[in-house]
């Protein structure tokens, strides 16, 4: 990607190294603590909050988290910075889609983080991966999933990490434009399968979405270079639930799908690269996905 001489976002809230924690009853547990226990949740069946209410000192007060201050990513920080210019990026292209249909397009703010840190819709955690929380309108990103996409995933490359923060940045598309609180409220009156089935086609149309602030990026920002195309279509194969069940537990289960297929994510993305078009993202409509 052709990103040297881009501007950065100025919505990036670093919360990286400092400090934040949990308080309890008036006093204050550190992350290392909450650690302690996602650890005793996962291995031994506790409650994490019981622990958390061990680990404070008796009693069971309400448990309050305190994001920690928010700072500029370092200057030498490359990725902090490639994030940025990414952020910036999708701020330029829905701003004009959505200006050119007579709507206001709000930026998100993208929060850096490592191991956990406290968000409007709970705990956000690295083993997550990326996520967009619509309660506080931000999108959560510890930068070490990179490494993961490029050495777990075998996705590497500077538009697949782009990628992943576009489908993030769709997802907060979705929500300005109250999609999110629609499946939400279906989701809740469907059975598991039907939840599911619904799941699906919001994330795809994240995907889709996705490819449409590609194609603003290629054609009116010119920030795409030859093989950028292949390595964002080589990220959405490698995080398609099939493949992910399929190295994870050695079978498919597609019922339980949530995010669609390899096949699935690859296509949607490169229905909205290929048009630019956000009309062509309405997954809830099609009869085949």
């Known amino acids: 990607m052709r990103m040297d001489n881009e501007r950065e976002s100025d919505n990036l809230e670093d919360r990286r190294g400092s400090g934040g924690g949990f308080s309890l009853g008036g006093g204050h547990l550190s992350l290392g603590a909450v650690a302690i226990a996602l650890i005793a949740s996962y291995f031994l069946g506790v409650n994490p909050m019981t622990v958390l209410n061990m680990l404070g000192g008796g009693g069971l ?18 990725t902090a910075r490639f994030v ?32 956990v840190t406290p968000t409007a819709c ?15 309108q931000r999108v959560y990103i510890d930068l070490q999933f990179f490494d993961e996409l490029k050495t777990r995933f ?16 769709g997802h907060h598309v979705q929500n300005l434009l109250g999609i999110s609180e629609q499946v939400q409220r279906a989701r809740q009156r469907a059975g598991e399968a039907e939840s599911n089935a619904l799941s699906v086609r919001l994330e795809l149309q994240a995907d889709c979405l996705a490819g449409v602030w590609g194609n603003r990026a290629g054609t009116m920002q010119n920030l795409l270079e030859a093989g950028d195309l292949e390595a964002a279509l080589h990220a959405a ?28 994510r690859v296509r949607w ?20 996905l």
């Not at 007060?61 to 490359?78: F, G, I, K, L, N």
């Not at 075998?154 to 940045?169: D, L, N, R, S, T």
């Open 61 to 78: 007060p309400a448990v309050e988290q305190h994001a920690p201050a928010a700072h500029r990513p370092p200057a030498d920080d490359e």
């Open 269 to 288: 993305f490169k229905r909205g690269f290929e048009s630019g078009d956000i009309n062509q993202c309405n997954t809830f409509k099609a009869a085949q």
């Open 122 to 136: 709970g705990t956000g955690q690295s083993a997550m991966g990326p996520f967009y929380c619509p309660g506080d």
């Open 237 to 264: 194969s490698a995080i398609g639930d099939d493949r992910l069940q399929q190295q994870a537990q050695g079978r498919i289960v597609p019922e339980s799908f949530t995010h669609g297929s390899s096949a699935q």
């Open 84 to 115: 940025a210019q990414v952020l910036a990026s999708t701020e330029d292209a829905w701003q004009q889609i959505f200006q050119a249909s007579g709507k206001q397009y709000r930026d998100p703010k993208l929060v850096l983080f490592s191991g």
């Open 154 to 169: 075998k996705a590497p490359g500077e538009f697949a990490q782009a990628y992943v923060i576009a489908h993030e940045v």
